[in-house]
């Protein structure tokens, strides 16, 4: 991808580089989901580029190539206009005259015919439809922004559909396992390792208040108030939240910072809630490796990570009674659609509301 973002035209390598400011910067994305929607539409931007420079340009007369220039003298044309010299390249070398009219055209070529055409090859290399969608609504998200600022006359992207597809639910524990998963870790940390004192207070964070693991990494140790046991978490969008936790968590989170913390500070630690082996701000690689040891410990609980364990949460507020608003609140979600296809109902919970509240369910 960073092959083909360097063959891009100088001024589209430029919008490119606002495009990742604007995601960044004033949208507030995180840098995964930058990264993600910066690589689509680079993929976009090479796909255009590659099928405008296959198609054939007019010749004068129909018949016979145009006499190409010599040196940098532009070509005449039959009417007695120029045609502008070849663009240069950032890296030398020259753009294919159409590269070169589009970047002068603002992206005049990128039209809703160009934004199927690229799906379509996407698609036909054999990429799922849940990725298709996710491509489909970066671009939207580029194609706004380029329209709003000036390089597109109109924006193509509302008139994109995009592929549906079924959204595959994670795995989750039934509250036992979960136990099962918390109590050995606590076991673990019986010794006051250092290592094992922050993993027991990740996993009953994590587990307490089904945070993002990126939101988990991102704490500070002043974002825990254990007066009102809450957390302060920036969430997607830079969107601020407090979370409640419970009993077992605040003993957790205590007994890390009192007795375990200290053991690993570092001049790299800063105001880092959690901390690696080394002292710098933990990595979110490291908590998922703490959550699959964990669970695998379990008989019968389903391999998985962070997201399964926020999954679990969710899933078992919802057995107890929550409803779907606090839950959205709890997860940070932006929408109440997503909270609906990131948590579920179990059968037996709703056969339990049947039982007690329908008068012919006996």
Known sequence: MLRVRGDLPVALQAALNDFERHLALE???????????????????????????????????????????????????????????????????????????????????????????????????????????????????????????????????????????????????????????LTAAAVGAEGSHPVALRDQAVLELLYATGVRVSELCGLDADDVDYSRRVIRVLGKGQRERTVPFGIPAERAVRAWQDDGRPHLVSDRSGSALFLGARGGRLDPRTVRRTVHDAVSAVPGAADMGPHGLRHSAATHLLEGGADLRSVQELLGHATLATTQLYTHVTVERLRAIHDRTHPRSR
């Open 27 to 181: 949208r507030g994305l995180s840098q995964h989901t930058v990264r993600a929607y910066v690589g689509d539409a680079v993929s976009l931007l090479g796909h255009l580029q590659a099928t405008t420079q296959a198609q054939p340009t007019a010749q004068p007369d129909g018949d016979q190539p145009a006499a190409q220039p010599h040196g940098d003298q532009p070509a005449a044309r039959p009417d007695g206009d120029q045609i502008a010299p070849l663009a240069a390249r950032p890296g030398g070398g020259q753009i294919a005259p159409l590269a070169a009219q589009l970047d002068g055209d603002q992206l005049a070529a990128l039209d809703l015919a160009a934004l199927r055409a690229w799906l379509g090859s996407l698609l036909a290399s054999g990429v799922s439809r849940a990725t298709l969608a996710r491509r489909a609504a970066a671009a939207r998200v580029f194609t706004a922004w380029a329209a709003r600022n000036g390089l597109l006359a109109a924006d193509p992207g509302p008139r994109l559909g995009s592929p549906r597809h079924r959204r595959v639910l994670p795995a989750v524990l039934r509250p036992d396992q979960a136990s099962d998963a």
